[in-house]
Structures are given as structure tokens and as C-alpha cells.
């Protein structure tokens, strides 16, 4: 139950507010709404083109936060409901955007214009109506780290100066126009520019996050079973998968690339907390990762296999692991980040947070609802005729 006595991290009264959540259908958002209707008093005007993933905080009617929360379905490129709901509420949370990997090469185009274009109405309705914005960028505008231009040898490559990326000091460094897979990263670079713009000339209130790799319950989806068969989800949901198929994991280019993965429950609270204190949160950048859950992709996989293993009680395959070329994987274009350590000062200095939860442990959860969500599913599906299925 939302208690009526919160306080701010400067022990001020927590005020509810409504808010705006466009892409609220989505994982992040699905958790986002979770959160705000259990522990909060706010109300959501939820917008999306999907509702499926918040279903259950929608109905029945019955439930305890029915009148806090309100599904819009609605597609923001060409809806003008849009600024009337921006105006309806406090504040406007934009999570919209294509970003999946496999579709940056191979659906360039909607990759820029969803996270560019068709934020831009957005930014521009919050700047003229004074409505606070929190835009969800990601980590991969920083791109490619500077370590990943040393010769291999370089003792350089050891210094944090040269890999950790940090809000306020690192470069953005992507790779040529024809590897189509920095259009992502370009887009979101371009909007956050827009929103520092319309901060600085304009004195919008904003604060923009950059996601670091947040996993857990209801990322993506698994394919054939409720996406597209032939559907490339990002890497938790392709390694469940081949995990729930008993198939091996798909390396791609050895998986040597490395990231750092976050809880989404932690990832959560770091939100909360900006949408809590505007005062400490508007006017940043804030980078939501966490620093100590780095693996290569290739030690994902192994962990992986082996958590599924308990949480399933079947044993791995004998040879869990395949390696597979980036091209065969998503095509001509593909690039990939080499390193994303999160420089987590800023976040800490204005919001005092920092996650909590162990790369084991969140497997662990995530694997176990993968399997109590999907193993029987996917065990029909397979055992269908061809024919049939
Ligand atoms: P998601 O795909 O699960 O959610 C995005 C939601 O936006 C979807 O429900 C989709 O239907 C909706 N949407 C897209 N275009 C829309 C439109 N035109 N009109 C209405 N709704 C639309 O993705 P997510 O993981 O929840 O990511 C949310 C945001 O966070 C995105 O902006 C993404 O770029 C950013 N991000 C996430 C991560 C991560 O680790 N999950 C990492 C980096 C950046
Ligand atoms: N990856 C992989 N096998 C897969 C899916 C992804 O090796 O089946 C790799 C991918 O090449 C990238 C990393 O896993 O190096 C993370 O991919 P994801 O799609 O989750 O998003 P990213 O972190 O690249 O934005």
C-alpha cells in the first residue's frame, strides 16, 4: 500500500503527481508502473501502441490503484492526443524507441526516426508547456571506448581512464556511417543535445538516463513463442531461448565483447528517486548501471547455462556454447561497444544510490520466472509436427 507519509531524500514531503509514461508497456516501463502504483501515490497516464506486459496492472477493476492508472494505446507518431496528455500531467517519462541491436542494420531507418524524430514533438511539448521531462537515452552513446584504440599490448588498456565513461568527460566515439549500427546510438545522442538545448536556451526542466544493460522479467520476448519466430530479442532473451529449446548459445564473434548488467529492480529504484527529488535530478545526465556485474558475453553464457541448470533442474548441454559471425548473426553493418563500465560518481553524489543485486542473483530470479513462464510453451511448440506448427 502507498504510504501517505513519504519523504524526499531532503525530508520534504513527497507531493503526488501525475505522470505522463510514454513506451509504459514496455520492460522497463512494465517495471516502472509496477513500482509506482505498489509504493507510491502517483497516478500514470500509460501510453503505448502494446499493453500486454502491465495487463495485470490493469485489471480486474478491482485492483487497489484502478483509478491511478490509465492506458492510453496510442502510437506517438501521428497521435494528437499526445500534447493534451503531456499537458494533463506534472511530469513526462519518454521511453519510446526501437532498441533492439538486430533492427539497427536492417531497420536504420525506423531506428532513427523513433529514437530522433518522433521524440522530438515530445521534448518540444515539455519545453512549451513547462513540463518536466525524464528521457531515457542509453549507454551506448558513448560507444566505443578510447582503450579500444590502443595496440593490444598497451598497459594503457588496464587504465580506467581509458575505458570507464563518464557522464560530464568521455567522448562519444562511434564507427563509420556504413556500420548502420551506431544509427541508434546517433539518434539518441542527437535528442539528448535537443533536451540539453531546450534546458539551457529555454530552461526546460529535464534529466536524461542512460541505461546500462538492465535485465530481468519481461525483456523482450521469447521467439515463436509471444514475438516473431524469426525475432531477434537483445541477448537475455535469445540466450533463454536456446536455454528453454536446449539449444547452445550463440557466441557472436566469440562473444568477447564485454558489458556490465544491472538488476531492473535496482534500475528501478535509481528512477524512482530521480522522479522523487527534481531539485537534485533535473539538469543531468545520469549513467544506471552496475560497475561490478562485468562479464564478457561469453562469461554470460557460461553463467547462464549453469544457473538454468538449477533453477530447472535439466542438465546443460555437453557443448553449451556455439560461436557464430556478427554477419551470419544480424546481417551487413553490425559494430559492436568492446567495454561499458558506468562511472557511477554523478548518480551517487546528487541521488546517494547504488545497486545492490549480484549478476548471480539476478539470474537467478530472471531465470527462474523465464522457465516457470516459458518451458511449458515452448515444450508444445516443439513437440508439434511441422506441419502443425
Ligand atoms: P522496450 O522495447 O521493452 O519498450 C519500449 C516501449 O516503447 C515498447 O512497449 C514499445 O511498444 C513502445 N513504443 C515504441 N515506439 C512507440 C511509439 N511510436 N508510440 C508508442 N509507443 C511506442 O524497451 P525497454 O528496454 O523498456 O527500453 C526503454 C527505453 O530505455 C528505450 O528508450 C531504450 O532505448 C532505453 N534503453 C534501455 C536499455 C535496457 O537495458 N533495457 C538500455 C539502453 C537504453
Ligand atoms: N549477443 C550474442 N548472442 C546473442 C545475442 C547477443 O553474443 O544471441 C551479443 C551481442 O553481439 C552483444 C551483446 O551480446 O555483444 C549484447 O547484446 P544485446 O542485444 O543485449 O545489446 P547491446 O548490449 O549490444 O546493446
Not at 502517483?42 to 491511478?68: C, F, G, M, Q, T
Not at 581509458?162 to 539518434?187: H, M, N, T
Request: net charge negative.
Amino acid at each position: 500500500m502507498a504510504s501517505q507519509n513519504r519523504v524526499d531524500l531532503d525530508g520534504n514531503p513527497i507531493k503526488p503527481i501525475t505522470i505522463c509514461m510514454i513506451g509504459a508497456g514496455g520492460f522497463i516501463g512494465s517495471h516502472l508502473c509496477e513500482k509506482l502504483m505498489a509504493e507510491t501515490p502517483h497516478k500514470v497516464l500509460a501510453l503505448d501502441v502494446y499493453n500486454d506486459k502491465i495487463k495485470h496492472l490493469l485489471e480486474p477493476d478491482s485492483l487497489p490503484w484502478a483509478d491511478r492508472i490509465q492506458f492510453h494505446r496510442l502510437n506517438i507518431k501521428n497521435d494528437s492526443r499526445l500534447e493534451s496528455l503531456v499537458r494533463m500531467a506534472d511530469l513526462t517519462i519518454n521511453l519510446a524507441a526501437i532498441c533492439t541491436p538486430a533492427d539497427y542494420n536492417t531497420r536504420p531507418l525506423d531506428t532513427i526516426y523513433s529514437n530522433f524524430i518522433d521524440a522530438i514533438p515530445v521534448v518540444k511539448y515539455c519545453s512549451g508547456n513547462n513540463k518536466r521531462l525524464i528521457h531515457f537515452s542509453t549507454c551506448e552513446v558513448y560507444g566505443k571506448t578510447i582503450g579500444s584504440f590502443l595496440p593490444k599490448d598497451s598497459p594503457l588498456r588496464q587504465d580506467p581512464a581509458y575505458y570507464v565513461l563518464s557522464e560530464d568527460a568521455s567522448p562519444c566515439i562511434f564507427g563509420p556511417i556504413e556500420k548502420q549500427r551506431w544509427s541508434y546510438a546517433c539518434a539518441k545522442q542527437l535528442i539528448e543535445r535537443l533536451i540539453y538545448a531546450e534546458g539551457a536556451e529555454n530552461g526546460m526542466d529535464f534529466t536524461i538516463v542512460r541505461p546500462f544493460n538492465w535485465i530481468g522479467p519481461r525483456m523482450d520476448f521469447i521467439p515463436g513463442i509471444d514475438g516473431p519466430s524469426e525475432g531477434v530479442p537483445r541477448v537475455l532473451a535469445c540466450f533463454s531461448n536456446n536455454l528453454l529449446r536446449h539449444e547452445p548459445l550463440k557466441l557472436v564473434d566469440g562473444g568477447q565483447s564485454q558489458r556490465t548488467f544491472i538488476y531492473i529492480k535496482d534500475a528501478i529504484e535509481a528512477v524512482l528517486l530521480m522522479i522523487e527529488n527534481p531539485a537534485r535530478a533535473n539538469g543531468h545526465i545520469f549513467n544506471v548501471g552496475n560497475p561490478n556485474n562485468e562479464v564478457t558475453v561469453k562469461q554470460l553464457a557460461e553463467m547462464m547455462t549453469k544457473v538454468y541448470a538449477k533453477v530447472s533442474g535439466e542438465p546443460s548441454l555437453e557443448t553449451p556454447t556455439i560461436d557464430i559471425s556478427s554477419e551470419e548473426f544480424y546481417g551487413v553493418g553490425y559494430d559492436d561497444s568492446d567495454k561499458r563500465i558506468p562511472d557511477m560518481t554523478i548518480i551517487n553524489k546528487q541521488l546517494g544510490w547504488n545497486p545492490k543485486t549480484s549478476l548471480w542473483d539476478l539470474l537467478e530470479s530472471t531465470l527462474t520466472y523465464q522457465h516457470r513462464t516459458y518451458a511449458e510453451a515452448v515444450k508444445q511448440a516443439t513437440s508439434k509436427p511441422a506441419a502443425s506448427s
